[in-house]
């Protein structure tokens, strides 16, 4: 029940969606003061929701800042959250989405011995497809790159980033590893959550932030100015996350 209302509320905190509804709204107003009026509140979302320097100035305040390869030091598990990927049946293959620099950070940490095995804990995040279980997709994936088998664990049941922590948790339990020396790797907005929630289940961990929103200040009038498409669609990404950590903590999850 859980995850399927957390998939109406992603829905319901889609900025595109609010502004479609007020235009709605607006084209049957019959007042045409009121209905210039809702246009007016159209028009200031859709360019205060695609502004980049808007964006980037409040999302730098909720991501955990990111660190370079020289700020860590070796780790017995790199635990790298799903959400990265999804599984093309027509076609048989991987598809990969931003997320997937999660994957990517992991690999090449463990390439250069930073890392000394991988944790994927992602099952299925779609409600219409079940048995897509990431985790069993990345696992394929790393195996074809040459990472060996020995060096891979697996959690394929968690549906959101509480199960994420309760599962990892039981695996690292069964091999005895919950205490070793843990970093977590996942997107620079989902970050702060998710340390949360393994913190919640006693896993301590260190962060290695990927695929950040935010960048660096920049004065180029386009970025501070400009209307920006994918801006628009990062808010309702950081929206969620915002939600979900709220809602996170009202059930004691974080």
């Known amino acids: 029940m859980f995850f399927i209302a957390s998939k109406i509320l992603s829905f319901?905190?889609?900025p595109l969606i609010w502004i479609f509804v007020l235009l709605f709204i607006a084209y049957f107003q019959a007042i045409p003061k009121r209905k210039n009026r809702i246009l007016l509140i159209c028009i200031f979302?859709?360019?205060?929701?695609?502004?980049?320097f808007i964006f980037n100035e409040v999302v730098r305040q909720w991501e955990i800042p990111a660190k370079s390869q020289k700020e860590i030091s070796n780790y017995e598990v790199g635990i790298i959250l799903g959400g990265a990927t999804t599984y093309d049946?027509?076609?048989q293959r991987l598809q990969i989405h931003n997320s997937f620099d999660r994957v990517v950070q992991g690999v090449d940490l463990y390439k250069k011995g930073f890392i000394s095995k991988?944790?994927?804990s992602g099952g299925s995040g779609s409600l219409t497809f079940p048995d897509m279980?990431?985790?069993?997709?990345?696992k394929a994936y790393l195996l074809t790159i040459g990472i060996p088998e020995r060096d891979i664990i697996i959690e394929f049941e968690s549906k959101n980033t509480r199960e994420n922590a309760l599962f990892t948790f039981e695996e690292l339990k069964k091999i005895g590893?919950?205490?070793s020396k843990l970093l977590l790797i996942?997107?620079?907005?989902?970050?702060?959550?998710?340390?949360a929630c393994f913190e919640k289940v006693g896993l301590q961990t260190t962060s290695?932030?990927?695929d950040r929103l935010s960048g660096t200040r920049r004065k180029q009038l386009d970025f501070l100015f400009l209307p920006n498409m994918q801006t628009l669609y990062n808010w309702r990404v950081i929206i969620h996350e915002w939600l979900g950590y709220v809602i996170y903590f009202l059930v004691g999850y974080v």
């Open 45 to 52: 979302l859709i360019y205060l929701f695609s502004n980049e």
């Open 133 to 138: 279980k990431e985790a069993k997709f990345i």
């Open 208 to 210: 290695y932030t990927t």
């Open 118 to 120: 991988l944790l994927i």
């Open 177 to 179: 590893l919950q205490d």
């Open 89 to 91: 049946e027509e076609l």
């Open 12 to 14: 319901l905190t889609t």
């Open 186 to 195: 996942t997107s620079g907005y989902h970050m702060r959550r998710s340390q």
